[in-house]
């Protein structure tokens, strides 16, 4: 057999591909459209995949493809951003001490996104991770309106007044967030008109609605964030815009989806406000050193038997078999809520006039035109969050946000002891200790060169999210990560990096324990 | 030191007599030079093959060997049973010990130690000795008069191990192995291994209470290097089981020796510390001297090397220490090149023309924390690596300090000197003199403006310190003394200082910057900008007048370069060091004015038979030794410190002669440089040791300079004659090598020349002054 499918772990054909239905269209959303590689029907997926792996196995150039270390290197870092908040004094009062990110692609363009920000007018910080399906437009609105619509929903009645009269007088505006961008992480120009004026009409209803004095909940928030924004999505989509090109840009937001999962730290307090199936993992240490896993989000996907009763119970019981099949949503869709997917929302009627009336790039497109069957009772997906509240508390130590594709190859359990193990380094947190045991200097010598292995590993990535990425893709059925494996994975052609591997999102927040162990 | 500690512990019944060391190729003629520094010591050692090895040490794996060097007289002490010993007959002998008693500071008053104050009362003394170890820092910190004893500890990792199924004999070898950083003993029957690690960890920066050191962590992650070094050599202690780990922190030093010695400023105040884990070692040897020093007042050899005044409170920067340790432990186990310099602790005290000179291409130095140029990298050449400069060979900057050296010869060089002490010494009266004319060899009552070289000798005759000496005014001295001598020289002047409130010394080093234009053109220069004639007509030979340098009013210039080249020392005031470097840069260009460095500095010197204190000179040494009889004031009848002594051996004549050796037949590109430290033959027999050496550029050949001390068939010294010295056939051993090389008791331009040109100097000196 050939070592190829031994080194690789073949995602299951479930796997590739959360939406069973040609992509929209997939480009680097702001330049011009290009169909793109899966936009092909579903059912001859398992054709192609297979057929184009015996087409790389009997290819010879394919198999002197190894990448040395510093190349493999150089791919993983290529994405990577840290951030450590500012010391004053060499002292942070902030109970973040910084963040990692990174992402590693396996769709080209990547589906996934990430944001960061620090709210300005409000204390505490904001982390998100996008999973897009469909395309990347979704995604990519979400990680550059999500915040503002969440910090909007958190000022209080005043801050929003001042904000309101600086825009009605020309005034110029302070501030709401502070971002933390890769380089690679851009926003759209041409849309951001649209998107304030939206974000405008908003906070004009927030302001109505919200009494002087309060302080706005946090959870009630995030929740009305979350609906807000997928509501003027929709919204933006049915009204359309002068632009032809904005109004191709909604369109394609609107048809394409995102799961989100947000978190907002202030203090000890954290909230994570979850749509889909991303996941939010604490890292909490353990007295004798060691780190265990603490899931602050539930997957809203058909393995959440909640979830699923839930969607069958939104429906008739006529739809009982229908609404989710072959564990997914009408029998397409992996996630049970996202943003956009309109799709999954609209009623059928609205979903044509919209395409009627739409630019004439959406009538080649296969995606939009395709309505699902058992199509009977609209909305079927929402964006409404999970929202999950935790008071940190000393032992907690750090937060990973990771897009599915971390979750799916590494256990949460096995992720928190590798961040565990490289924030604090590993010689530190477990000493090696003879005690009362009979060891011989040959077994202490085994022993040791394998800890130095592990650091030096570790001493690799300075970045905890790049070690994670490292371990997700290149580890072997013993845990390590194995350098032929991860040169393989990432040497990948792009059309078949999506079959043994999803994009790959992470960021790790750092919790600071002199501040959250205090009052 | 070290010689005799076997001796003295001898007498305790100690057991083992083997020590071996290991070295793998690229180290082996490591090994020769050696042997050969402890063939000169008299210690027995012999280098053997590895079969040898195999036999006297059967564990050890001796594939990757070349050979070992093996002291058939080296031996192992156990710590506890040496201070058990030692204890019980000193305590015979009436010596009082009281323990679980910690001692809270020490009672100083009018600079004499009185008393011990301790947590179960004070105990009245005369002498006390601060050997506290890893605390002896915060012992000295602790009293009102705060006592700078510059050590840092680090942590220090040894192993035991259970019996060996076949256990150890307790006589097998000490084993060294210094390229796997690690050295071996038997153990009961197992092993002890420890070693001194690339990367050391060092503790205590914040300093901490004494009992912290019980439990301190075993690290194995930290040991795993040394472990496997050990398994590479010992291979079958595979299976051996481990006992235990030890983390015993050692003190370390800011240049990897001990501690010893009286403190200056305080009488009576010893320290015997800081012994980079080599204290049992030394033990012995370092005690015998330390006593002598209590008793009589000096120990009864050189011990300039250990003696902490050599530092001073510039070194007791708990970050400096912290810095620098980690890069001296790992030293301990390291081929030590010559004229390395620690790459921490550095920029500590640089000159104002510090940056002016970096950006024009100097490589530095340290000496006593000052920055100093070693030589100018010319611009358009790569940076020379660090490492490229590590060798015994032909180093790297050859033609860097050749073309320097080219320069002073038939131009003019100007070179950063400010490192170099300067104290003024004044009164009111003629205190100031008085004082100088007992200190001073040489006769200071000169008129105003001479400088006079003169050694500052002790009872023995001995140099403690050799200077130059202006007489500023009638009462006002300007005494410059190398670099390292800032807290020696001030302990020994203010030693022999009468209380007077007339007369003041001051350490004045800060204050000035100094600015040697070495070079026949100097005095083109030096006219141009002061519109004065500097030549030897006008401005004769060691002769010194405030002037004007461009600007700036006030500068001193005198007419001596410390290398008997012609040219000037310029000390000028900081403020206007930029703008005199500047002036005398952009007027010196047509003249081929560059900038030199202190290697070039050295071979100058060195080539005129120049003796430098602190490298030749030392406590033990005299001037009629050292032939510079003619800087001592026999004539007159003045009383000075060492007199009688020279007197004496005036009259039986010198049993050790400082001599310049030439080397012929030495191929400077393919063989081993000389670097000191060299045994000289004389007709085929060991007769002394290279001091220093240098290229001479001008002789194209190799100079050594060093002290022949022969004996006399019975083995007591016997006299120096010139006589004896021309007689002889030299060679001098470098690395196993022995070159033939001429001896000389004087430079090529004769010394008696320059005396007798000085002596009219003087007289037309005096036609001028009044």
């Known amino acids: 057999m050939a070592a190829t499918s031994q080194v690789f772990m073949v995602i299951h054909g479930r796997r590739f591909g959360r939406i069973l239905v040609p992509a929209m269209t997939c480009q680097n959303c702001s330049q011009s459209p290009r169909p793109c590689i899966n936009a092909t029907q579903p059912h001859s997926f398992k054709q192609r995949w297979q057929h184009q792996v015996r087409g790389y196995r009997t290819s010879p150039a394919w198999h002197s493809y190894y990448l040395t270390p510093p190349q493999v290197n150089s791919i993983l870092k290529a994405n990577e951003y840290n951030f450590k908040v500012p010391e004053f004094d060499g002292k942070n009062l902030c109970s973040v001490m910084g963040f990692d990110s990174n992402q590693l692609p396996a769709n080209a363009p990547i589906e996934d996104r990430r944001s960061a920000a620090t709210c300005l007018q409000t204390r505490g910080m904001l982390y998100g991770v996008f999973d897009g399906h469909a395309g990347c437009a979704c995604a990519q609105a979400l990680s550059e309106r999500l915040f503002y619509y969440i910090a909007v929903s958190l000022l209080p009645h005043e801050t929003l007044m001042d904000l309101e009269n600086a825009v009605e007088n020309g005034r110029p505006l302070h501030p709401i967030l502070q971002w933390h961008k890769h380089p690679n992480d851009y926003f759209s120009k041409e849309a951001s008109r649209l998107y304030f004026s939206s974000l405008r009409t908003y906070w004009q209803e927030l302001l109505d609605l919200s009494v002087p004095g309060e302080q706005p909940d946090v959870a009630e928030a995030l929740v009305s964030a979350f609906k807000r924004l997928d509501n003027d999505v929709s919204l933006e989509a049915q009204v359309g815009d002068p632009n032809a090109f904005l109004h191709y840009w909604v369109l394609r937001v609107a048809f394409s989806g995102a799961t989100a999962c947000v978190a907002h730290i202030d203090g000890n307090e954290l909230h994570v406000a979850n749509t889909g199936d991303g996941r939010a993992v604490l890292g909490v240490q353990e007295p004798d050193g060691s780190f265990s896993a603490l899931t602050l989000t539930n997957d809203h996907n058909a393995q959440n038997e909640s979830e699923v009763k839930r969607v069958r119970s939104e429906h008739p019981l006529s739809e009982a078999k229908t609404v989710v099949k072959q564990d997914r949503l009408l029998g397409l869709l992996m996630p049970f809520r996202a943003f956009g997917d309109v799709k999954f929302k609209w009623s059928i009627e609205l979903q044509r006039r919209v395409l009627e009336s739409g630019p004439d790039q959406l009538h080649e497109n296969e995606h939009a035109k395709f309505i699902p069957p058992n199509y009977h009772t609209p909305p079927y997906l929402t964006a409404e969050p999970e929202v999950t509240r935790h008071r940190l508390r000393p032992q907690d130590r750090f937060l990973v946000l990771g897009s599915d594709g971390l979750w799916e190859t590494l256990h949460r359990q096995e992720v928190v002891r590798i961040v565990g193990e490289h924030l604090t380094g590993v010689h530190q947190q477990q000493p090696v200790s003879v005690g009362g045991y009979k060891v011989t200097l040959g077994q202490m010598q085994g022993l040791l060169q394998e800890r130095k292995a592990r650091i030096s590993s570790t001493f690799e990535d300075q970045n905890a999210a790049t070690h994670l990425i490292r371990y997700a893709v290149g580890s072997n059925e013993f845990g390590m990560v194995d350098h032929e494996r991860l040169s393989k994975m990432l040497s990948l052609p792009e059309e078949l990096a999506r079959m043994y591997r999803d994009d790959i999102t992470i960021i790790i927040v750092q919790f600071n324990p002199h501040v959250i162990g205090g009052p | ?770």
């Not at chain 2, 947590?119 to 890893?134: L, P």
């Not at chain 2, 081929?335 to 510090?354: A, I």
């Not at chain 2, 005036?650 to 002669?657: D, H, I």
């Open chain 2, 1 to 770: 030191v070290y010689l005799y500690s076997p001796a003295i512990l001898w007498q305790k019944e100690t057991e083992h007599n083997l020590k071996t060391a290991f070295k793998t190729a690229v180290c082996l003629w490591m090994i020769l030079l050696k042997c050969k520094f402890c063939r000169v010591l008299g210690v027995s050692c012999n280098v053997i093959k590895p079969k040898d090895v195999a036999r006297l040490h059967p564990l050890v794996n001796i594939h990757d060997l070349v050979g070992a060097l093996h002291l058939p007289g080296d031996s192992v002490v156990s710590p506890p049973d040496v201070n058990h010993a030692l204890a019980v007959a000193s305590a015979a002998h009436g010596v009082q010990i009281y323990e679980h008693t910690s001692v809270n500071h020490v009672v100083v008053k009018k600079g004499h130690v009185t008393a011990v104050e301790t947590d179960r009362g004070s105990i009245e003394c005369e002498y006390f000795v601060n050997c506290a170890g890893q605390w002896a820092y915060e012992l000295g910190q602790s009293g009102e008069v705060k006592v700078s004893v510059p050590l840092h500890g680090c942590e220090h990792f040894y192993l035991l191990t259970k019996p060996l199924s076949e256990p150890v004999q307790n006589d097998s070898p000490v084993l060294i192995d210094m390229d796997g950083r690690i050295y071996t003993r038997a153990w009961h029957g197992g092993i002890l291994s420890g070693g001194f690690e690339k990367n050391p960890k060092p503790i205590f920066t914040e300093g901490r209470n004494q009992l912290e050191i019980q439990n301190m962590q075993e690290d194995w992650d930290h040991f795993e290097p040394m472990l496997s070094a050990l398994l590479r050599r010992m291979p079958g202690l595979e299976s051996c089981e481990i006992q235990q780990l030890v983390n015993c922190p050692e003190s370390f030093t800011p240049d990897m020796r001990c501690l010893m010695g009286e403190t200056p400023g305080i009488y009576g105040y010893f320290v015997l510390a800081g012994m980079n884990s080599s204290g049992l070692s030394f033990a012995g040897g370092a005690g015998k001297y330390l006593a002598e020093w209590i008793t009589y007042g000096y120990p009864s050899a050189s011990v300039w090397p250990l003696d902490i005044k050599r530092f001073g409170n510039l070194q007791s920067s708990r970050t400096f220490l912290r810095h620098r340790v980690m890069e001296v432990m790992p030293l301990l186990y390291e081929l030590k090149v010559p004229r390395w310099d620690f790459q921490t602790g550095r920029q500590l005290r640089t000159s104002p023309l510090y940056d002016r000179l970096d950006m024009q291409g100097a490589r530095w130095m340290e000496k006593h924390g000052f920055e100093r140029a070693k030589y100018f990298i010319p611009a358009g050449k790569d940076l020379l690596a660090l490492d490229q400069s590590k060798t015994f060979y032909k180093p790297d900057w050859f033609d860097i300090v050749g073309a320097e050296v080219k320069c002073c010869k038939e131009a003019v060089c100007v070179i950063d000197m400010s490192s170099f002490t300067k104290f003024e010494l004044t009164s009111a009266g003629d205190q100031a003199l008085q004082l100088l004319q007992r200190l001073c060899a040489n006769d200071l009552d000169v008129p105003v403006g001479h400088i006079v070289h003169t050694g500052m000798l002790n009872q023995r005759g001995g140099y403690e310190n050799d200077c130059s000496v202006v007489r500023l005014s009638k009462n006002s001295f300007f005494i410059i003394s190398p670099t390292d001598q800032q807290v020696h020289c001030w302990s020994w002047i203010k030693k022999h200082m009468p209380s007077d409130p007339q007369l003041h010394l001051e350490d004045v080093s800060w204050k000035y910057t100094a600015l040697n234009l070495i070079g026949p053109r100097a005095m083109d220069v030096l006219s141009e900008l002061s519109y004065v004639s500097m030549t030897p007509e006008h401005f004769p030979s060691l002769f010194c007048k405030e002037m004007s340098v461009g600007y700036a009013n006030g500068i001193r210039v005198m007419s001596m370069t410390h290398t008997g080249e012609p040219g000037f020392m310029l000390y000028i005031p900081i403020e206007y060091a930029l703008h005199v470097y500047n002036e005398v840069m952009s007027v010196g260009q047509k003249y081929g004015i560059r900038n030199a460095g202190y290697y070039a500095l050295r071979s100058l010197r060195i080539e005129k038979f120049f003796a430098f204190w602190g490298q030749d000179l030392d406590s033990f040494t005299t001037p009629l030794e050292c032939g510079r009889e003619f800087r001592v004031k026999f004539d007159k009848d003045t009383d000075f410190l060492g007199r009688d002594a020279l007197l004496r051996q005036r009259v039986e004549g010198v049993s050790r002669r400082f001599v310049m050796l030439v080397l012929e037949d030495h191929d400077t590109e393919l063989d081993v440089w000389p670097w000191w430290g060299e045994p000289i033959y004389r007709n085929g027999e060991l007769i002394g040791v290279t001091t220093s050496s240098a290229y001479s550029y001008t002789l194209q050949r190799h100079v050594c300079l060093g002290f022949l001390s022969p004996t006399n068939t019975d083995g007591s010294p016997a006299t120096v004659t010139a006589d004896f010295i021309n007689r002889g056939d030299y060679e001098v051993d470098i690395a196993g090598q022995r070159f033939p090389a001429k001896a000389k008791l004087y430079p090529f331009s004769s010394l008696f020349a320059q005396q007798k040109r000085r002596k009219d100097d003087m007289e037309l000196s005096n036609f001028q002054s009044k």
